[in-house]
């Protein structure tokens, strides 16, 4: 496997504090790094606050363990009206070593939302035209 194009949208070393027992990274903390990631790809495209509202097929392909470097590759695929689907990709790389392994992938959809917290719409991506804009299904 191939590192995705571009840099991280972010870089993070996995800490004892994050992980079980036996050394390996919770889930749920590699989950909440690819969440970050994503609404950073979205509020960036929305201009404004964006909020998740599903994440799609995630699979764990491979542990994370303490002191590994996990990079988290966040790329928007899609928008409709007042959505925003995000791919996502988590990388490790052992903290000595030069070879990155992908250990988990997932699609995250938000919503732009004004200061009352209701829907409000977002441009299309730069290579769409407002009449291909599409919601997700939900």
């Not at 903290?95 to 719409?121: G, I, M, W």
Request: neutral net charge; aromatic residues 6%; proline residues 8%.
């Amino acid at each position: 496997m191939t590192l995705p194009a571009g840099t991280p949208t972010i870089r993070v070393t996995a800490m004892p504090g994050d992980s079980n027992p036996y050394g390996d990274i919770f889930g749920g903390w590699l989950m909440g790094q690819m969440d970050l990631a994503a609404g950073s790809v979205a509020s960036r495209h929305a201009g404004g606050r964006a909020v998740t509202i599903a994440c799609d097929a995630m699979k764990f392909h491979a542990p994370v363990l303490v002191g590994d470097e996990v990079s988290v590759y966040a790329r928007l695929v899609a928008v409709g009206n007042t959505s925003m689907t995000i791919e996502v990709e988590a990388w490790r790389r052992a903290r000595h070593l030069e070879d990155s392994t992908k250990v988990t992938q997932a699609r995250f959809v938000f919503v732009a939302t004004d200061e009352n917290r209701a829907p409000r719409r977002v441009a299309p991506l730069p290579d769409q035209t407002p009449d291909q804009t599409h919601e997700p299904p939900r």
